[in-house]
């Protein structure tokens, strides 16, 4: 298993290689996962990914030949992130296939939609509730495996991601129930163009899809993006999700085509 000081060597390693996953990684995130390599040509770091429900691999190299022949005894289901256009068809021959595709969008006047009804938030005692909401929706968007209790917690203590402030949860009820639920936080304060709004997650409840919700929902995380003094905001969307793209755009977001994550798993 990892230790702390293993992986703040290889967090400073990482600048080393031409390509790797890390960036974004904390060391909560693989604190029960274990080194596979750890050489001048290939980091390998493996274990179970709580919020994909998937065992996934962490990496750094300079060649992805070295990447593919370390991978050739992967099991069922093993993942893989940021995946390099140029290593598909070399990882397709191996037995991984595309899991999602992540497209960066954003929108850039916050003011164009307005909100008309109150901002209600999750209260601690409905962290249950909301990742029952996340759940229910576990796989209707590829890679979309929904979120747990305790990462419902993280997220509103501000303590998924380190550069993401004023973290929270907006719900909305309908008889009582939590039928949909959007993740929002605070980030890129030191840019010049001012903070940015991040859509975290966005779930409705099946039996509550297709009422406006989402949408609701959306105008709401913009006037708490507003409120916070943000002037666009981000968001994630695998290419395959048309209905949750089509409310997107119409919402004022445009893709980034020059911004994709592709990730991909063994079958």
Request: proline content about 1%; aromatic content about 14%; some cysteine.
């Amino acid at each position: 298993m990892i230790t702390k000081k293993e992986f703040e060597k290889i967090k400073e390693s990482i600048s080393n290689f031409k390509y790797h996953s890390m960036e974004y990684t904390e060391f909560e995130d693989v604190a029960k996962h274990d080194i596979i390599c750890n050489d001048d040509n290939l980091i390998l770091i493996y274990g179970y990914n709580e919020q994909d429900s998937l065992y996934q691999y962490n990496y750094a190299f300079n060649d992805h030949k070295d990447f593919v022949k370390a991978l050739s005894n992967c099991k069922k289901d093993d993942l893989l992130t940021f995946v390099n256009k140029e290593w598909v068809e070399d990882l397709r021959r191996i037995g991984f296939d595309i899991y999602a595709i992540w497209c960066s969008y954003f929108a850039h006047d916050l003011n164009k939609y307005k909100n008309d009804t109150p901002i209600e938030f999750v209260a601690k005692n409905e962290y249950k509730e909301v990742s029952e909401v996340t759940l229910s929706c576990r796989y209707q968007s590829r890679g979309f495996s929904g979120q747990s209790e305790e990462w419902i917690q993280q997220w509103v203590d501000n303590k998924v991601v380190d550069y993401t402030k004023d973290c929270n949860i907006i719900v909305k009820k309908i008889n009582g129930i939590i039928a949909g639920i959007i993740c929002v936080g605070i980030y890129g304060h030191e840019s010049k163009k001012g903070p940015i709004l991040w859509v975290r997650e966005l779930a409705v409840r099946p039996e509550f899809q297709k009422m406006g919700i989402g949408r609701e929902l959306l105008g709401q995380a913009f006037a708490y993006g507003l409120e916070k003094g943000a002037t666009r905001s981000f968001l994630a969307a695998d290419e395959c999700n048309h209905g949750a793209i089509h409310l997107y755009k119409s919402m004022g977001y445009q893709a980034d085509e020059n911004d994709r994550e592709i990730n991909m798993i063994h079958n």
